[in-house]
């Protein structure tokens, strides 16, 4: 499914002196424009095609879809420019003052910048895809602890440990970055190949979880044309096209069966689906998958996962879409642009305590997830397609999943 999008996008800017407290800026814009908002505390200012954008106040840029931005974060005196955060994840996009995007959703930016002083320097743990666990300004020589939290990484373990020890945190003079270290886990999973549908197997291959899996078909079966892979699911007569490549690389989330179809109309070369989930509930958490491939007609501008726990807006196919100002649709953005492959959303925090009664119960919300990609045409057109609704349903502790629905409030 689809939706043609407006030609107008904006993204909000921030920039501040450190990142000890980001917070994000909400506008509500007029449905035919998106718009860069900035604002600028007193240690730097950011400017745009040569323009000075910002110096310690607000202020907005509104630019067409497809174009190339160039955003120029400058420190002022006695101050270092730090990284650009994305807020709507706080997660660092870029470690370089000068930061080029192509301009596809609303986004929202944040230009963070240190005072210095003699004596001390700033410290940010992260997680391994930049997300921002803790940044804090650190005084040399004093010994501290670790960041006390267990950093997320689906298909591995956290080991407990840091790529800094407690003591180069104290001696250096540098202004650090701090992630995790991790164990992969003892997890298989079997993909198989076929040939046509009702086909011989081609290949059966056993991976490791979060491994990357490639699959060819050949060019031609039965004296007809590769169309597409899919997954067939023969009780409900549906073919589930995943990729429009013979040749196809994706990550291995679960033990799957994928046929090659030959000789079929594989309608308009856009697919997007979500793809999985994998819940931890040690560490509370739920990953989903989404898979996409957009046949080379089109230049993926960008892609991404929304998320809500809304369920009138998951009801909705034109509801449920990229809103800017919409605060319960939360979007999450790769920075693959690639025509095909995988992307992943970890849902953290995701259970609550209740009272039922007098005793207390977990529960888990039902999630509800779509896939997004922006494409552009060969003749420059933009448009937006969504995924599949799905939804992740865990009934109690021991996790029990919903089905992937068409309809979330199907069966």
Known sequence: MKKAFTKLLSVILTATMTALSISAF????ADSSRTIHLSCSPAGQVSYDGDLLVVSTSGSVTVDIGTEVTLEASPLQGCVFLYWVNLENERIISFNASYTFTAATYLKLQAVFYETRAGWHYVTYLNTTNNIIRGM?????????HVDYAPV??????????????????????NLLVYPTFEKKAETYTIRTF??????????????????????????FDGESFSYWAIIDEEEFTNDIVSYYPTYTFVITQSRDITAIYGENGGDGK?????????????NCVTVYAE???????????????????ALIARSDDDFIIDESNPEIIK?????????GTYAVTKTNWSTQIMVGEQMVTVYPVLYFRAYAVLKDKDGNYETIYSNFYVVNYYDEGGFMGDDVEDPFGG
């Not at 990484?153 to 104290?170: F, K, L, Q, V």
């Open 26 to 29: 909400f506008t509500v814009f």
């Open 153 to 174: 990484r689906d298909g591995y373990e956290w080991t407990g440990g840091w790529t800094h020890s407690i003591e180069e945190i104290a001696v250096s003079e540098s």
């Open 292 to 310: 996409r491939s957009i046949s080379a007609d089109y230049s993926v501008i960008q892609q991404g996962i929304l998320f809500t726990t809304n």
């Open 332 to 340: 999450r953005t790769s920075t693959d642009t690639h025509n095909a």
């Open 195 to 220: 040939k046509g549908i009702g086909g011989e197997m081609m290949s059966s291959n056993t991976y490791e979880y979060c491994d990357r899996a490639t699959i060819t078909a050949p060019a031609e």
């Open 271 to 283: 697919v997007i689906r979500m793809a999985g989930d994998n819940p931890d509930f040690n560490n």
């Open 137 to 145: 300004e650190q005084e040399l020589g004093e010994a501290v602890s």
